[in-house]
């Protein structure tokens, strides 16, 4: 089974290239997409062409085998206002329908608008996320950041049946109120988490973080149960940062600053990751809400690699982590994939002068479970597979 996949990846990949740093060799190809051609044309991943992809989710972060051939990757396409899904090496446009929703006319579709040149965002719930099957079943949370909204949306291509809970924000209304989910207000919302905890059983764990880009803010929302004991979002508010206040600092809670925040991901430890874009930093907020940084320096743009807290980034966006604790980000205004070790360096594992591989601001990222990395190389309008040479042994590490 893997070999017949293998073969399958090889046949997928264009503009090969190797990018290496002293911890890992990676091979770099392209997944789907045209090269520098923009467009909305479903089909082979070959032939297939997006318009400025951003951020980008794979259901349960199957292994290689399983998110290549077997499917479901899910993409912001920003320029086209669409998402996009790859399964068996095509990529289709996934039409969303509002369904059961009360926002907008039955059967209309979803209006997403995914704003400016970061925007989108879109986070897949674990299976046993919802509750039951089709429309109430785990979906997928969509930032909808020109919008102003985050929907929750089916894989059956409607909007997810919560009783009413399927949209948080209000259309085309930025703004920085926390409180019911029909009442909370937000400004540019972009990457989106969930808690280590997120099942159907737990509601007090489980939760959904949103990185408020607009609003400089990291913000929280709760769920509770229908009366059919389904799990809806319910309370939104803020869990770090101040709204409308940008700085640097560290801190707890509504001490902390940040600087359009826009990746997101959550830890192995449970503590949440944000790529504050405009600090040119990576910071991590533990589970309290006490925000520290852990890469780049604040306000300073740069390249460099070494110790983490002294290298610099130029306007980190998608993160990610892999279950050994390294960190990785699509470090957009280098052009270039970094990684923080676990012991606190940042390396360029791809891309960058003199790399064979090239990347065009890439944002969207996620880590598959043998150590792969899925890349939105935005402004090449491709879709990227970074393939470890030594994926066999590090998907047997614990």
Not at 100 to 111: D, K, R
Not at 322 to 336: C, L
């Amino acid at each position: 089974m893997k070999a017949r996949v293998l073969v399958a990846v090889v046949l997928l990949l264009t503009g090969v290239a190797y990018a290496a740093d002293s911890h890992i060799t990676y091979f770099v190809s392209t997944l789907a997409g045209t090269p520098g051609e923009a467009g909305l044309q479903d089909g082979s991943a070959a032939t297939a062409k997006f318009n400025r992809p951003t951020w980008l989710d794979v259901v349960a972060h199957a292994a290689l085998y399983e998110a290549v051939d077997n499917g479901d990757i899910y993409v912001v396409d920003r320029a086209n206002h669409v998402l996009r899904k790859i399964s068996h090496g095509t990529v289709s446009t996934y039409r969303v329908t509002d369904g059961y929703s009360i926002y907008v006319p039955s059967g209309n579709p979803f209006p997403f608008d995914f704003g400016g040149p970061f925007g989108g965002g879109v986070l897949i719930e674990p299976p046993g996320g919802g509750c039951g099957g089709n429309e109430y079943d785990r979906g997928m949370f969509v930032a909808s950041s020109g919008g102003q909204q985050i929907a929750l949306v089916s894989f059956q291509g409607i909007l997810a049946n919560r009783d009413g809970h399927d949209v948080l924000g209000t259309l085309q209304t930025a703004g920085v109120q926390d409180g019911a989910h029909d009442q909370a207000l937000f400004n540019t919302p972009t990457g989106l988490a969930r808690s280590k905890t997120y099942n159907w059983s737990n509601l007090s764990e489980r939760k959904l973080f949103v990185a408020d880009t607009g609003n400089h803010t990291i913000r929280r929302v709760g769920f509770s149960y229908s009366a059919e004991a389904c799990p809806q979002t319910s309370m939104v508010d803020t869990f770090a940062g101040t709204a409308g206040v940008a700085g640097s600092a560290d801190g707890k809670g509504s001490a902390a600053r940040f600087n359009s925040p826009r990746g997101i991901a959550t830890a192995p430890d449970g503590s949440l990751l944000v790529a504050d874009s405009g600090n040119h930093t990576i910071r991590r907020i533990a589970a309290d809400g006490t925000v520290t940084t852990i890469a780049g320096v604040a306000g300073v743009a740069g390249s460099d690699d070494g110790p983490a807290l002294t290298a610099h980034l130029n306007t980190p966006s998608g993160i990610d982590v892999d279950a050994r604790g390294e960190i990785f980000v699509s470090d957009t205004g280098n052009n270039v994939i970094r990684m923080i070790t676990t012991d606190g360096q940042l390396v360029t594992i791809a891309g960058g002068v003199g790399s064979a591989a090239q990347f065009s601001g890439p944002v969207g990222i996620r880590v598959i479970e043998n150590g792969a990395i899925i890349v939105a190389d935005t402004s090449n309008n491709v879709i990227r597979l970074l393939t470890p040479a030594d994926w066999r042994r590090r998907a047997a590490r614990p």
